[in-house]
């Protein structure tokens, strides 16, 4: 069993899955790692609302911002590599325009409640099964 990445839950075709997968990697994060992308994060999406006079909307702030804040899986220089920094650009996109969902208490009791495969005892359990098989985590 994997834990559930970014990358893996924005592939996700159903909205609302796609929503409560990537809230629960978000409430993965250790507690300095969220609360720096919650400020980054709220941030940017107030840059974002001020768009019409900057030109700089959440996807120009995601092709930015993306090299920076998602490591590539790998440092090849082929076109491998550009298609994973167009899929990191997408990941914060969303992030930036969803921001307000992934850093609302609310919402995150809400997404656990919604879909209890993604609580953190549901995955607790996960990483045990697949540290006790010797298999990465």
Not at 81 to 96: D, R
Not at 122 to 128: E, G, Y
């Amino acid at each position: 069993l994997r834990i559930l990445t970014f990358q893996a839950a924005i592939q996700i075709t159903d909205e609302s899955e796609r929503q409560i997968a990537i809230h629960h990697v978000v409430q993965q994060l250790p507690p300095p790692h969220y609360r720096t992308l919650e400020f980054l994060l709220r941030h940017l999406s107030h840059v974002a609302s001020y768009s019409p006079q900057t030109g700089m909307h959440a996807k120009n702030l995601a092709i930015v911002w993306s090299p920076n804040l998602l490591r590539p899986m790998s440092l090849d220089s082929g076109g491998a590599a550009l298609l994973q920094v167009n899929v990191q650009a997408v990941i914060i996109e969303y992030l930036i325009r969803n921001a307000h969902v992934f850093f609302d208490e609310h919402a995150a009791a809400a997404a656990i409640v919604a879909n209890p495969r993604y609580s953190s005892s549901s995955i607790d359990r996960q990483r045990k099964v697949v540290s006790d098989s010797g298999e990465d985590v």
